[in-house]
């Protein structure tokens, strides 16, 4: 598994062992999200002091950086089903695609814009994004750059997005998880008072498991049970944040202020 370490400014990878590297990142550059690319690299977002750029670290190692123009820091990061490299700019009212080769390409939202935040590939093969102030989920097509927009009630506040066992994008909010179908039909299902899940992935049982963040605690949400949770303490002081399906079958975890990687799962 990779993963981004923001305030050390460097990239880790663990094994399913435990061996664990990491990879320093020139100055202090902030790495905010990872993805694998659709060369097999790892590529990923940095914020830099007035602007950000566009990673990119090979398995062994080797480092690539694409310095954005100024002002423009990156956020959410994914692959998408055209092959190209697509991530989210703070406070910007586009969307920007990336070749593997690092030139890029603006795609304007519509007005209001608000701040997007992350960014998937959906199982239409579009790209899926989350959007706060107004509250909104958006939907572009990779090959012709076309934007749908879906509000969302206010204060909703959506953050990381993934595409669950069932075919339908869900995504974390400050006090709820919400689901959209590929055609629009949005719901949104109740989690721990207070808990502010953070990132969110689809388990090898089919099943929706998320970081809460503040409860100090991993949620699972079947699908075909919406709005049943099911939560599992963490223990010590750490804050789950972003987590993932491993290839071995467990659901592995980052934790703020506890400088640890976690693993769930036999």
Same mark, same amino acid.
Do not use: C
């Given at each position: 598994?990779?993963?981004?370490?923001?305030?050390?400014? *460097?990239? #880790? &990878? /663990?094994?399913?062992?435990? /061996?664990?590297?990491?990879?320093?990142l020139?100055?202090?550059?902030? !790495?905010?999200?990872?993805?694998?690319?659709?060369?097999?690299? %790892?590529?990923f @977002?940095?914020?830099?002091?007035?602007?950000?750029?566009?990673?990119r670290?090979?398995?062994?190692?080797?480092?690539?950086?694409? =310095?954005?123009?100024p002002?423009?820091?990156? %956020?959410?990061?994914?692959?998408?089903?055209? #092959?190209?490299?697509w991530?989210?700019?703070?406070? *910007?009212?586009? %969307?920007?695609?990336m070749?593997?080769?690092?030139?890029? *390409?603006k795609?304007?939202l519509?007005?209001?814009? #608000?701040?997007?935040?992350? =960014?998937?590939?959906?199982?239409?093969?579009?790209?899926?994004?989350?959007?706060?102030?107004?509250?909104?989920?958006? &939907?572009?097509? !990779?090959?012709?750059?076309?934007?749908t927009?879906?509000?969302?009630?206010?204060?909703?506040?959506?953050?990381? =997005?993934?595409? +669950?066992?069932d075919?339908?994008?869900?995504?974390?909010?400050? @006090?709820?998880?919400?689901?959209?179908?590929?055609?629009g039909? %949005?719901?949104?299902?109740?989690? $721990?008072?207070?808990s502010? !899940?953070?990132?969110?992935t689809?388990g090898?049982?089919? &099943?929706?498991?998320?970081?809460?963040?503040?409860?100090r605690?991993?949620?699972?949400?079947?699908?075909? &049970?919406?709005?049943?949770?099911v939560?599992?303490?963490?223990?010590g002081?750490?804050? $789950?944040?972003?987590?993932?399906? +491993?290839?071995d079958?467990?659901?592995?975890f980052?934790?703020?202020?506890?400088?640890? =990687?976690?693993?769930f #799962?036999p």
């Amino acid at each position: 598994m990779w993963f981004v370490e923001t305030e050390a400014s *460097k990239i #880790g &990878r /663990i094994t399913t062992s435990g /061996i664990f590297t990491e990879f320093a990142l020139p100055a202090t550059n902030n !790495p905010q999200d990872i993805t694998v690319g659709p060369d097999g690299a %790892l590529w990923f @977002t940095e914020a830099h002091s007035g602007g950000g750029a566009i990673g990119r670290i090979t398995t062994s190692g080797a480092l690539t950086e694409h =310095i954005l123009a100024p002002t423009n820091v990156p %956020l959410g990061i994914a692959t998408g089903s055209d #092959g190209n490299i697509w991530f989210t700019v703070v406070g *910007k009212a586009y %969307l920007v695609r990336m070749t593997p080769q690092g030139v890029t *390409k603006k795609f304007t939202l519509p007005l209001p814009a #608000g701040t997007t935040q992350y =960014i998937t590939s959906g199982p239409d093969g579009a790209l899926w994004f989350t959007v706060r102030s107004p509250d909104k989920i958006g &939907r572009m097509d !990779p090959l012709t750059g076309s934007v749908t927009e879906y509000p969302l009630a206010d204060n909703t506040r959506p953050y990381h =997005i993934t595409t +669950g066992a069932d075919g339908k994008l869900w995504f974390t909010a400050d @006090t709820e998880l919400g689901s959209i179908t590929v055609d629009g039909q %949005l719901a949104g299902y109740p989690v $721990p008072e207070s808990s502010y !899940p953070a990132g969110i992935t689809a388990g090898p049982d089919g &099943r929706l498991w998320f970081a809460l963040n503040a409860l100090r605690a991993l949620g699972r949400m079947d699908p075909q &049970r919406p709005g049943h949770v099911v939560t599992f303490p963490i223990p010590g002081e750490a804050n $789950p944040y972003g987590i993932a399906s +491993g290839p071995d079958g467990r659901i592995w975890f980052t934790a703020n202020f506890a400088n640890m =990687i976690g693993v769930f #799962g036999p």
